[in-house]
């Protein structure tokens, strides 16, 4: 049977998970009711998180032609999981381009589709959700091309073929003018064009298997989902694993799973040009090659992307701690985080601190994911501000990069520009329509850092913002960004009505009435700057005496509710977020304002 490998790439929401779902319907692999979003958090936030594995036959055996077995990973479309993109993309052999006929090429594309060029690859453009009003596949196109040039593709990759889709309703054509009721003409497109995997001259040859996800099972440990370039495996085998420098160690596989559908099945033997999942290789890394012969050489290592920001993780010791979660210790957390290194390989921990575990990540959204499914699974842990990964080159200090693109109605562009102006940014290019220009900004993240939430305030909710990392330049300077003070509560108790009524003014509160609040938990923010100790449990003087306008209504206003992102966004360099199973809170690392005011004299 032939093979062929292929990866969906695109930006975030662009449709890939969508166009894979139905072409898993279309050929029947895919069990009604599941999709290949499966993960809880990928379902709540409909973006997709981890790169997956599925595979579909086609053409069915009942059309008397020969099936191909075609191998699909699905890869994340947001830039804090780039490192996962580029993984995939060394293990295919070519890719679908999804690009929204309505917003055109975005930030995510031109990363993941520069990656592909480089590597040679040829992509499938697939012009996705053409049945949209504002669609206009035709500037659509013409963008892809335009972009195709900018990054040097060569002659043959610059005439791509391009397919037209609806994802949402299973329709591909390749003319607009066609008519369609299915996804064939981007079916036999991935047959045309992407060149086969699999031959016997390469299943002849030793074996070399080289790994670009893992995964980890409680039962078998860690797993790998590797291509098999040459060769076959089977279980039971003996095999070499051989760094890209050369060092070789011994190991075992004891099973072997392909992919039907989303389904793994259990194989004795798997052949060249296949993606396998292999267990029984317990220190097995991306990039490195398994073989069965000692001579032979390793494949090309896999680079991944270096993290971008960090911070400390620490055991809650607030006076709340161990009330909602099940793991509460440092030797829990700290199995936690060497569990989540296992498959998370764009994060980095350092476990030298007794006190303290220091990860790097990719993004506020990457550290976020970590800090939700570490709630879930029932933790409890406190976390510092997250700070930017600044490090010296050749004697220049350095810092990451990003890329932001907003589209912001007319209306509001001025104080966006204004806003990141102050924040480091250079505006590069103003594309797009008049009423909603497409602003195209660069600068370090370190002023990127908490400002989605203000992007929201400043474009009333009417803009959109994408962002990539770049590439680490040299630093940017002193970047100043006007902090609201905190407003920390000197008592313990649970919050009245009565005092959040008068507090409300002074600030945006993040708790409501009835919230049980400790001595040096931050309950909101203040306008004007500066740091206010209040007492959010005062309740009113009740007395007998009955006075005219003495009763008035109180008025609350909805609290701005705190979640792990918005936390790590506005917290403060002196604050911790604390993050319980049912609770996410802001406190002040020192928790009295005697032991506040000493720390502040001391320094």
Not at 22 to 27: I, P, V, Y
Not at 579 to 588: A, D, G, M, Q
Request: net charge negative.
């Amino acid at each position: 049977m032939e093979i062929r490998n292929i990866a969906i790439i695109a930006h975030v929401d662009h449709g890939k998970t969508t166009l894979t779902d139905a072409l898993m319907r279309q050929t029947g692999v895919l069990k009604e009711g599941v999709s290949m979003d499966s993960n809880a958090l990928e379902l709540e936030r409909g973006i997709t998180i981890y790169s997956k594995n599925a595979a579909i036959f086609y053409p069915s055996t009942s059309s008397g032609r020969p099936v191909t077995k075609i191998n699909i990973v699905d890869t994340p479309g947001h830039a804090d999981f780039g490192s996962e993109v580029e993984r995939v993309l060394r293990s295919v052999d070519s890719v679908l381009l999804v690009v929204d006929a309505q917003e055109g090429p975005m930030p995510q594309t031109r990363f993941v589709l520069k990656k592909s060029l480089e590597l040679g690859l040829k992509p499938i453009v697939v012009i996705n959700k053409i049945d949209k009003s504002a669609a206009n596949p035709a500037r659509c196109e013409e963008q892809v091309l335009e972009l195709f040039l900018e990054l040097g593709a060569n002659d043959e990759q610059a005439d791509f073929p391009v397919v037209y889709s609806v994802g949402r309703l299973g329709i591909a054509k390749r003319e607009l003018s066609d008519e369609s009721n299915d996804l064939t003409p981007l079916l036999d497109a991935i047959l045309e064009h992407v060149p086969t995997a699999s031959s016997e001259e390469l299943e002849h040859k030793p074996l070399r298997l080289q790994p670009f996800n893992l995964g980890y099972d409680n039962f078998m440990g860690r797993l790998a989902v590797g291509r098999i370039y040459e060769g076959a495996v089977s279980a039971g085998a003996d095999v070499f694993i051989k760094k890209p420098d050369g060092e070789i160690r011994s190991g075992r596989i004891t099973k072997i799973f392909t992919f039907k559908g989303l389904e793994r099945i259990e194989t004795s033997e798997a052949r060249a040009g296949d993606i396998v999942l292999v267990a029984g290789l317990p220190d097995l890394d991306i990039g490195e090659t398994v073989t069965n012969s000692e001579d032979a050489a390793p494949l090309p290592a896999i680079a991944i992307d270096e993290p971008t920001i960090v911070l400390s993780f620490f055991v809650n010791n607030s006076p709340f701690a161990g009330r909602e979660g099940k793991y509460v210790t440092s030797r829990q957390l700290r199995e936690y985080l060497k569990r989540e290194i296992e498959a998370n390989v764009g994060l980095k921990v350092d476990f030298s601190s007794v006190e303290s575990f220091r990860v790097s990540g990719r993004g506020e959204l990457h550290i976020a994911i970590l800090l939700e499914n570490m709630r879930r699974a029932g933790n409890e842990v406190m976390v510092s501000q997250p700070q930017v990964i600044i490090r010296e080159e050749k004697g220049i200090k350095v810092e990451p990069f990003e890329e932001l693109i907003a589209d912001v109605p007319s209306e509001f562009q001025g104080a966006v520009i204004e806003r990141l102006g102050g924040r480091g940014f250079v505006l590069k290019n103003i594309s797009g329509a008049k009423e909603t220009p497409r602003l195209w900004f660069e600068g370090p993240t370190r002023g990127f850092l908490g400002y989605r939430n203000q992007f929201v305030i400043d474009t009333k909710g009417r803009g959109i913002l994408s962002s990539r990392v770049i590439g680490f330049r040299p630093h940017a300077g002193e970047i100043r960004k006007r902090a609201a003070g905190s407003m920390i509560s000197m008592a313990n108790g649970k919050a009245s009505g009565y005092s959040l009524w008068g507090l409300q003014e002074r600030g945006l509160l993040y708790i409501g009435p009835g919230t049980e609040v400790y001595e040096g938990m931050v309950i909101g923010n203040t306008s004007k700057g500066e740091q206010m100790t209040v007492n959010p449990t005062k309740g009113k003087q009740l007395t007998n005496v009955r006075a005219s306008g003495s009763d008035e209504a109180i008025d609350l206003a909805p609290p701005f509710e705190l979640t792990i992102e918005r936390g790590l966004e506005i917290m403060a360099d002196d604050e911790y977020l604390e993050i319980t199973p049912k609770n996410v809170r802001l406190r002040k690392q020192h928790l009295t304002k005697g032991e506040r005011s000493r720390t502040s004299r001391q320094e």
